[in-house]
C-alpha cells in the first residue's frame, strides 16, 4: 500500500518541479525591463570633414531598455542608453568630444520562449535613431536614422530575475556641417556590447 500513496505525493512533486522550470521560460505576456553596461566601438574609417580625417574613439555608457512579448517567441523591445562620449580628432588633432545617444526599437525572436530552459537567448532587427550633441564648436552634427540588430541571452536566476549579455550594431551616418554649410559624412556604425540585469513581470 506504502508504494501505491507515493504516487501522488511523487506526481505532485514533479509537476511542481516542471512548473517552476516552465516559470523560468519566457512566455506570452511577459514584460521586462533591463539595465547594465556597455563598450560601443566605432567603425576604423569614420570619413572626411573639409578633406580632413574625421576620426571617433571609443564610449562607454549604462544601457536600459523596456520590453514585452506578445507570444511565447515573437516580442517588441525599446532600448537606449546614456549619453555615449566620443573622442574626436580631425586629421589626427585633438579635437574635443561629441555625445551620441541611441534609441532602438526592435522585434525580437526568442527560440527557446516557451521551453523550461534557464538560458533564453534571443535575435532581434529594427530601426535606430541616433542624436548628436556637445559637439567641438564650429561642428554640426545632424541626428541619423537607420537599421539595428542584435543578439542577446537572458540567464534566469530566479523568475523574475535574470543576468544578460547583448551585442548590437546599428548603420549610423551622420551629415556635418560648420556654419550652415556641408562639410562632409561622419560614419559611425557602432558596435555595441554590454552586460547587466533583466527584470521580469
Not at 36 to 56: E, M
Not at 97 to 109: E, K
Not at 165 to 172: M, S
Amino acid at each position: 500500500m506504502k508504494p501505491i500513496r507515493l504516487i501522488p505525493v511523487v506526481a505532485l512533486a514533479a509537476g511542481f518541479t516542471f512548473a517552476s522550470q516552465a516559470a523560468l521560460a519566457y512566455s506570452a505576456g511577459d514584460a521586462f525591463v533591463r539595465g547594465g553596461v556597455a563598450q560601443s566601438d566605432v567603425r576604423s574609417d569614420n570619413g572626411q570633414a573639409g578633406g580632413v580625417d574625421f576620426d571617433l574613439g571609443t564610449a562607454r555608457g549604462f544601457t536600459f531598455g523596456a520590453g514585452y512579448l506578445f507570444t511565447d517567441n515573437i516580442g517588441i523591445e525599446l532600448n537606449s542608453s546614456e549619453k555615449f562620449e566620443h573622442d574626436v580628432a580631425l586629421g589626427g588633432a585633438d579635437l574635443g568630444t561629441i555625445d551620441r545617444m541611441p534609441v532602438n526599437l526592435l522585434v525580437n525572436y526568442y527560440p527557446l520562449g516557451g521551453f523550461d530552459s534557464r538560458v533564453q537567448p534571443y535575435v532581434g532587427a529594427g530601426l535606430n535613431y541616433t542624436r548628436f550633441s556637445g559637439e567641438p564648436e564650429g561642428i554640426d552634427a545632424r541626428r541619423s536614422y537607420g537599421a539595428v540588430g542584435q543578439v542577446g541571452i537572458d540567464l534566469a536566476i530566479t523568475d523574475n530575475f535574470m543576468l544578460n549579455g547583448f551585442a548590437n550594431y546599428a548603420d549610423v551616418d551622420a551629415r556635418l556641417s560648420s556654419e550652415g554649410e556641408a562639410i562632409g559624412t561622419v560614419k559611425v556604425d557602432p558596435m555595441t556590447i554590454g552586460g547587466g540585469v533583466t527584470f521580469r513581470f
